[in-house]
């Protein structure tokens, strides 16, 4: 691994109590990109032992929150005082495949404009996960979010998921996951982060929102490929990462939709939105 001065690309991977993945996340990297690459371990938890230990192995750097800031708040302390004109902000349950980093670095270098690009993000049965997603619409994300599990089939969630079709091909999209993200740093500086209002979750989504609107694209790039092992947190702590879905979800639509002839529609989702979380929480107990 570079050093901070020296690496044109700075890799954040934000960790709470992390186990045996995040060793592989930093083994894979290392085929990942031929740039010179500066790995940050942001530690949000209380027992750094994990992380230490692989930051040995693997020439990288721990940082201590002190605190659990969340996934956003965490990337921002890890992207703090990076210099390079590239950070990466990724989940510790991925696995790199060869050379996937520099393809995203090449397709940033080619599109001067594109403020984050995402790779395809594979299921570990090697599926295409939808990483790339439109911006939903108020009535759409409203459709989709209250009636998807509850009638899969709505019109709401077959538009939203039309919108989303792994099609091979590179291209714009609304929002990319915060899974794995390569962002140009004068783009994640410009519009100030990840808002830390959220927790976990919508921060990406957020994100993608932002920066569209400051004039930069989110550019979705398959060619790049990396396995998202996933849920790992969420198989720990059911309860709390339903509880901070929906409480990311309800300020994502309050702060999208804050016009007073708006309340209606932000109201009956927020009723909608505490009815689901409730239903998820007495399933998962």
């Known amino acids: 691994m570079s050093t901070a001065t020296s690496a044109t690309v700075r890799v954040v991977c934000v960790v709470y109590h992390p186990g045996p993945e995040l060793d592989r996340f930093a ?10 690459v500066e790995l940050v371990l942001v530690d949000n938890g209380d027992d750094h032992t994990v992380a230490r230990e692989v930051a040995e192995r693997h020439g990288a750097r721990v940082v201590v929150t002190g605190a659990n800031l969340g996934y956003g708040g965490g990337a921002n302390r890890g992207a703090d005082d990076a210099t390079g004109p590239w950070v990466v902000v990724a989940n ?18 080619a599109e001067p404009r594109a403020g984050a690009l995402g790779p395809a993000l594979l299921n570990v049965d090697g599926t295409v996960y939808p990483s790339a997603r439109a911006l939903p619409s108020l009535t759409q994300g409203a459709g989709h979010a209250l009636l998807v599990r509850l009638w899969p089939g709505n019109p709401w969630t077959r538009a939203y998921r039309a919108a989303q079709q792994h099609t091979g091909e590179r291209r714009a999209a609304g929002w990319l996951s915060g899974a794995c993200l390569l962002l140009r740093r004068e783009a994640f500086a410009q519009v100030g982060g990840f808002d830390e209002g959220y927790f976990m979750f919508f921060e990406d989504v957020d994100l993608g929102e932002r920066l569209g609107r400051a004039g930069w694209t989110n550019l ?3 060619a790049a490929r990396v396995t998202h092992v996933g849920g790992t947190s969420w198989r720990a702590r059911p309860a ?12 994502y ?3 999208r939709y804050p016009h007073w002839y708006q309340w209606p529609v932000r109201t009956l989702t927020s009723l909608g939105l505490r009815l689901r979380e409730r239903a998820e929480l007495r399933a998962a107990r």
């Open 27 to 36: 083994a894979t990297l290392a085929s990942a990109t031929s740039a010179p």
């Open 220 to 222: 979705y790039v398959p």
């Open 92 to 109: 510790a349950d991925l696995e790199w495949e060869p050379g996937s980093l520099d393809v995203l670095l090449e397709a940033g270098a």
């Open 253 to 255: 639509v309050a702060r």
């Open 240 to 251: 709390s990462m339903i509880s901070a879905h929906h409480a990311s979800a309800a300020r």
